[in-house]
């Protein structure tokens, strides 16, 4: 028996879920703005409540590992190793693009494409391209979005854009191959592929793991004053 707690933070989503064998047990999730810090320790207390479970019954910790919002995937990898370190778990790191394009998998035929996008601010997003069988097709990446991002793509066959960066190019992508589905994310299919990592002993070192940012955080100092950020 295999009981993953899986836990996603790198949008404005704060969600978790339990998942038993791979099968989904329960699903909590709040849909704010910045509230992950406030809100995701009480949605686990809750959800490992109403499951009538307990940290210690348990057998990992997953966490979604990015690209994604900075402050979100410090609070949720933070979090996720410090329950991990404190109950001797081990710790699961899943992609979060690869979990977003596990979503739509199920009903996407092999000759499409799937591509998820988290917003990276202004007109970036990150993404990658993934195949209707799960094959990723390019490395991860900062993608600025234009009138023919992708293009090569959408072409050749249906594309399904899913996740919050998605919803931006839905406003001026208008190619007939384009199917958009910016809502989608959620941790139900972090614990999905958690359980495979399980199966495999794939599990990161507590001591130096950290979330993949993709590209570093920026402080922008006030014009006004120097001394203030």
Not at 46 to 62: F, G, M, Q, Y
Not at 158 to 176: A, I, M, N, Q
Not at 202 to 221: C, H, I, R, S, T
């Amino acid at each position: 028996m295999a009981i993953i707690l899986s836990i996603e933070t790198a949008t404005q989503v704060c969600s978790v879920s339990v998942h038993n064998q791979g099968q989904l047990m329960g699903l909590t999730e709040l849909h704010v703005d910045n509230m992950h810090a406030q809100k995701l320790m009480k949605l686990i207390d809750d959800l490992l409540k109403n499951l009538s479970l307990k940290v210690r019954s348990l057998s990992a910790i997953a966490v979604s590992q990015g690209p994604g919002s900075y402050t979100g995937l410090r609070i949720g990898v933070s979090t996720a190793k410090g329950l991990a370190f404190s109950h001797d778990l081990p710790l699961i790191a899943v992609n979060t693009l690869q979990a977003l394009a596990t979503q739509v998998l199920p009903f996407a035929l092999a000759s499409e494409y799937i591509i998820p996008m988290i917003d990276a601010r202004r007109m970036e997003v990150y993404a990658c391209v993934v195949s209707g069988l799960g094959e990723v097709l390019g490395q991860v990446a900062p993608v600025i979005l234009e009138e023919n991002s992708f293009v090569n793509y959408l072409d050749r066959e249906r594309v399904y854009f899913l996740g919050d960066g998605s919803e931006k190019f839905s406003t001026f992508c208008k190619h007939p191959n384009a199917c958009f589905l910016p809502h989608l994310n959620s941790s139900c299919t972090i614990g999905n592929l958690a359980f495979d990592k399980f199966q495999k002993r794939e599990f990161e070192d507590l001591a130096y793991f950290e979330p993949n940012y993709l590209k570093e955080f920026m402080v922008l100092k006030s014009k006004k004053n120097p001394f203030l950020v």
